[in-house]
């Protein structure tokens, strides 16, 4: 009898073991709703959907969604159909407080959203409708259209927004975004420094973060609230004496505005390296478009390489390629990009910032190799190997043979390509969003089969050397997937056909439950402030701070005597005492 008993639960786990491993996607909205989220990778828009909560707590899901009743409002999931509800009615009736701007702050979530009395403001949410407040109105008379929220410790986040006085500050160029912080409270929203804040949610063909986080400080794109530097590259670290402009990166005079004003670098393309260093690109006269790096310090930031040294005979200026499809995770100690060579083209770059160090991998090698370019996209760390998307060719009747865009796997010294069975001949599996939940790889398959029903669907990888599995399409005619995002091992993404949230209750079979879990918490690291470290090797000399005529922070230095180096002409005080340079 127990050896019956004993079988039969054997059986039982084995047979749920084999039910866990089927896909099974959920449509977790209730009739009549949909999305209202932004289905670019990467915008000057951030998406409105994002994961908070704890281990201990667990994870949810806040998304912007609209339905008939009530409008645009604030919803949440916890990837369940029974766990997702609309979290509350801010702006009650059918109108749409339309929240956007969603961040992240431990188990909470920042956002900005509408009502008819305050205008778009600052608001928290804590997942319940009690505790989903107005925070801030930064703008008494108008609307403080908080933008780019980004969470900068364990308990703070940065936004930009306008105030009475930064809407009135320029008046024939329009209200400026000036710098605030919060932890999540009214009274810990404070005005942080008047810095004028590159406006995120311009239009315009940037398709990456303003704000970007290494360590405790993050780094952003603005100039001072007089225009003299251009868009250039900025730090705080959540204090006023800690907001500066790191380096006037492009001195290139601005003659349309006189004297003592320089264009800005066009710094894009930022991520954080290690939590130590700012990875970005950055334009000046010189070297055209090139990969920069910066600790924060004027010292500390500089052209990493210059991939093409040439310069246009037109004209005098640089001619540098730049870098794009960057990702974020570090493989092998160097963060990994589409760069150019003039020997490869666009190829597989990775770099540890150092200068210099600028290693190319040639995968679409057919001669001229310059001219055949596989163009990598952003990828993602699967099973120990950088795993990332690029192509050698579509002629079908080449030879060697040529299979299109494909899954790439790189271990640090040779790049192959993952199976193609699925995808034979030169159609195409363009991976994008990659990303890693619950043991499994998944992506975006953006296949030119859309006629068999798989473009654009949502594909799964178990191990590197599998066949790519097609995840249960929602549509006949290409389900337009996008906002991947792991919620604690389930995936969550958005089918952009019919603009509808959805989850697929898979277990990889015999998953220890620790590998390629994919990342829930943020690492805020351990490393010290790069200002403070200098100042710590250097303790005989005391920091000062350099402002304009105007009582601008310009930045912060160890000594008066290297804070006076490379101001253009003008009056300054550095310190406590007026500095003049000629």
């Known amino acids: ?203 315009n063909t940037n398709q990456h973060s303003a704000f970007v986080r290494v360590g405790r400080r993050v780094f952003f794109k603005a100039d001072d609230i007089d225009g003299h530097y251009g868009t250039e590259l900025w730090v705080t670290d959540g204090t006023e004496a800690g907001t500066y402009l790191v380096k006037d990166i492009n001195t290139e005079p601005n003659t349309d505005k006189g004297d003592g004003y320089t264009r800005d670098s066009a710094i894009d393309c930022m991520e954080n390296y290690k939590n130590g260093k700012l990875f970005f690109k950055a334009w000046t006269m010189e070297s055209g478009n090139e990969l920069w790096a910066s600790d924060g310090t004027e010292a500390g930031t500089y052209q990493v390489y210059d991939a093409n040294p040439a310069v246009d005979p037109n004209n005098g200026l640089g001619v540098g390629p730049g870098v794009f499809g960057e990702g974020w995770e570090v493989y092998k100690d160097r963060i990994w990009f589409r760069g150019w060579s003039s020997s490869t083209g666009f190829e597989l770059v990775g770099s540890n910032l150092e200068k210099g160090d600028y290693q190319v991998f040639d995968y679409f090698t057919l001669n001229p190799s310059q001219d055949h370019n596989s163009f990598p996209d952003p990828g993602c760390i699967f099973q120990d190997k950088y795993v990332f998307c690029g192509a050698d060719g579509f002629d079908a009747n080449a030879e060697p043979a040529q299979h299109g865009g494909e899954m790439l796997i790189f271990d640090g010294e040779t790049i192959t390509r993952q199976t193609e069975t699925k995808f034979p001949g030169t159609l195409c599996n363009w991976v994008k969003e990659p990303i890693v939940a619950g043991g499994s790889l998944y992506w975006m398959n953006e296949a030119n089969n859309v006629d068999q029903g798989l473009g654009s669907g949502l594909y799964r990888l178990d191990d590197l050397a599998d066949e790519p599995v097609v995840v249960p399409t929602i549509t006949t005619t290409g389900d337009n997937v996008n906002t991947l995002r792991n919620l604690n091992g389930t995936i969550l993404y958005v089918c952009g056909a019919n603009n509808r949230l959805y989850a697929d209750e898979y277990t990889k079979l015999n998953w220890d439950g620790q590998s390629d879990k994919g990342y829930m918490e943020p690492d805020f690291g351990s490393v010290i402030d790069a200002i403070e470290s200098i100042a710590s090797d250097k303790a005989q000399n005391k920091m000062v701070n350099v402002y304009d005529i105007n009582g601008t922070q310009l930045r912060r230095d160890i000594d008066a005597k290297e804070a006076a180096k490379g101001l253009k002409k003008g009056i300054y005080i550095i310190g406590n005492k007026k500095h003049i340079v000629l």
């Open 1 to 203: 009898m127990k050896k019956k008993l004993l079988l039969s639960t054997v059986l039982a786990l084995t047979m749920g073991s084999a039910m866990a491993q089927s896909d099974n996607v959920i449509d977790l909205l209730p009739n009549g709703v949909t999305t209202d989220i932004n289905p670019e990778r990467r915008t000057v828009k951030e998406k409105n959907l994002i994961i908070a909560g704890s281990e201990a707590n667990g994870y949810k899901a806040y998304f912007a969604a609209t339905d008939e009743e009530h409008g645009t409002e604030l919803w949440m999931t916890d990837g369940t159909k029974a766990g997702t509800k609309m979290v509350a009615d801010i702006l009650p009736g059918s109108g749409s407080s339309s929240p956007a701007w969603l961040c992240r702050l431990g188990e909470k979530v920042l956002f900005s959203a509408y009502t008819d009395n305050e205008g778009r403001q600052l608001w928290v949410s804590d997942g319940t409708e009690a505790g989903t407040k107005l925070i801030a109105q930064t703008y008494e008379m108008g609307d403080g259209n908080p933008q780019a929220i980004y969470q900068i410790n364990e308990t703070q986040a940065v936004f930009a927004a306008i105030s009475d006085e930064s809407a009135e500050y320029d008046p024939d160029n329009g209200a400026q975004y000036w710098l605030w912080i919060t932890d999540g409270t009214a009274e810990g929203t404070k005005f942080l420094k008047q810095v004028k804040v590159d406006n995120p949610g311009k239009e």
